[in-house]
């Protein structure tokens, strides 16, 4: 038998260490500045709005609103070909960051820029769970 | 703002054999090109003194190293900044500077790529990588891919202004046409606005004819000082304005999707060259999706934000029209190796001197070349003139 299709898996670095670990635990979090108060996301060592080093993780509600999406109908990688077509959205957290994640649970066809989605947590690896969202 | 006063010229440009080449190495076409746009120019490869180029995806690495050892030089000025597929238009303003401020005096730009060989169709995975380090790991596992990151600015912008799939069309259908007028092309067949509509769906609203090709090609361009460039074969292309800028690496950071850092290398160009829009004769925009030629024309201010749509409606970039663009063919029926920056100032070049043929746009002495790279992340304006 063929061995399972992968998908590409995020391997935990310094900067990004925490979110996964905290995502492990079915939690979304980001980082805000301490210096200048703004949240930003993809985590990173330093703050990409005043290049502070002093930034702390927060919890955040996982609501949030799709700012733009696509409907994927081409495999970029062999482990996506049994999921077409699927939605990869930008999507807006009511925090205040922005994140890329996909919206699931639901046809790719009701799928809305402004549609209010909630986060959901997907198992990708032993190791690692994936934020994704869902309709709210 | 001091212009670049003229003091540089683009004297040589070439493109290699292109479409599919599966017997010659990227290597081999950069270097071919590199020898033909010497030709152009009337210079040997003993007289390249600077080099800039970047070699896509694998073995690429070290570049300009890499490539200045495979052709036998040692230059006094070597670049291998890497912005995707803008770095070429980008290379004219460092090869510029370099030029002007004596610290070389021939400089050679120059491109390989074995896209479609390497990766055996159109169609064929991105990539079969499993584990990702760096930001990446952010937006890989979402299954994101380069026609994804452009789609999600292309939904943007038809949420925000209304922009359809047909206008988008206009641009792959008018791009068709000079094509059809171009014997390197390789999709000359002429198609309309249905087809594209009809075509297979890559990546809502992009459809697989509002994406660019993927071929195996080899470009150079050759430029030296003006005082040099009057006593070399053909009649030199002054380099007038030049901009480079980028606002993200990833899709999911761009600020604002609906704009490129055209709105920053376009100001710049234009300041420089000190022309205004209304000037420019034929407009060279790196298409790799009809969305990207889109957000570029409104970047660079030829009309207002949210008005590319009516823009580019009624076949206005298409021969015959009153906004040639995309001469050759671009990269959306021409060729396109990956990185398409440098055939936007080969042909421009071509266009200021004339030697178009069927598509030769009638007494065109400024043309503006625009690459954009990454994911909409960068770009390169150059505008440049008939002396």
């Known amino acids: ?136 | 703002m001091e212009t670049l006063g003229r003091k540089t010229a683009i004297v040589g440009v070439a493109e290699s054999d292109i479409g599919r080449v599966p017997h010659k190495s990227k290597f081999q076409l950069s270097a071919e090109a590199s020898r033909l746009a010497l030709d152009d120019a009337g210079l040997s490869i003993k007289d390249v003194d600077g080099l800039f180029t970047i070699i896509s995806t694998q073995g690429g690495e070290h570049s300009s190293m890499l490539m200045a050892e495979y052709m036998g030089i040692r230059p006094r000025f070597t670049d291998s900044t890497s912005m995707g597929g803008s770095s070429f238009v980008a290379y004219v303003e460092h090869a510029a500077a370099a030029i002007n401020a004596g610290m070389c005096e021939v400089a050679l730009i120059c491109h390989g790529s074995t896209n479609i060989s390497d990766r055996g169709g159109r169609a064929g995975p991105v990539s079969s990588k499993t584990e990702v380090y760096g930001p990446m790991q952010f937006e890989d596992p979402y299954g994101i891919s380069i026609a994804s990151s452009y789609a999600l600015a292309a939904q943007r912008h038809m949420h925000e202004y209304g922009t359809t799939s047909e206008q988008l069309a206009e641009i792959a259908v008018a791009t068709r046409k000079w094509a059809s007028l171009n014997p390197k092309a390789l999709m000359r067949a002429p198609i309309t606005i249905e087809d594209v509509l009809n075509s297979r769906m890559v990546s809502s609203p992009l459809h697989v004819l509002d994406c660019c090709l993927v071929t195996d090609a080899g470009g150079a361009v050759v430029l030296t000082s003006m005082e040099r460039a009057r006593d070399l074969k053909k009649a030199p292309v002054a380099v007038l304005g030049t901009g480079e800028s980028h606002t993200h690496r990833m899709i999911s950071q761009m600020p604002d999707y609906t704009q490129t850092a055209a709105a920053i290398s376009g100001r710049l160009a234009f300041e420089r060259a000190g022309v205004s829009h209304k000037d420019i004769d034929v407009a060279e925009i790196y298409d790799s999706f009809t969305i990207t030629v889109l957000l570029t024309l409104e970047s660079l201010g030829f009309c207002k934000k949210g008005e590319g749509g009516p823009f580019v409606s009624g076949q206005r970039t298409a021969p015959g029209g009153d906004f040639p663009m995309n001469t050759q063919g671009g990269a959306l029926s021409y060729t396109h190796p990956g990185m398409f920056g440098i055939f936007t100032l080969i042909e421009a070049v071509r266009q200021l001197r004339g030697e178009c043929g069927p598509r030769q746009v009638k007494d065109a002495e400024l043309a503006l070349c625009n690459g954009t790279g990454g994911v909409l992340s960068s770009t390169g304006t150059v505008i440049l003139g008939r002396v």
Not at chain 1, 68 to 92: C, K, N, Q
């Open chain 1, 1 to 136: 038998m063929a061995e399972k299709r992968s998908k590409p898996v995020p391997r935990p670095y310094q900067d990004t260490k925490a979110y996964w670990d905290a995502a492990k635990e079915k939690r979304l979090i980001f980082q805000r500045c301490l210096d200048c108060s703004k949240p930003q996301f993809y985590p990173r060592g330093v703050c990409s709005h005043c290049l502070g080093s002093r930034l702390e993780w927060l919890d955040s509600s996982g609501r949030g609103k799709v700012h733009t999406f696509t409907v994927s109908y081409r495999a970029p990688h062999p482990g996506f070909a049994d999921e077409l077509p699927f939605v990869i959205a930008i999507v807006d957290l009511e925090e205040g960051f922005r994140m890329m994640s996909n919206i699931v649970g639901c046809d790719p066809g009701i799928v809305r820029i402004d549609m209010p989605v909630k986060v959901v947590f997907e198992q990708l690896t032993p190791d690692i769970v994936l934020p994704k969202f869902s309709p709210a």
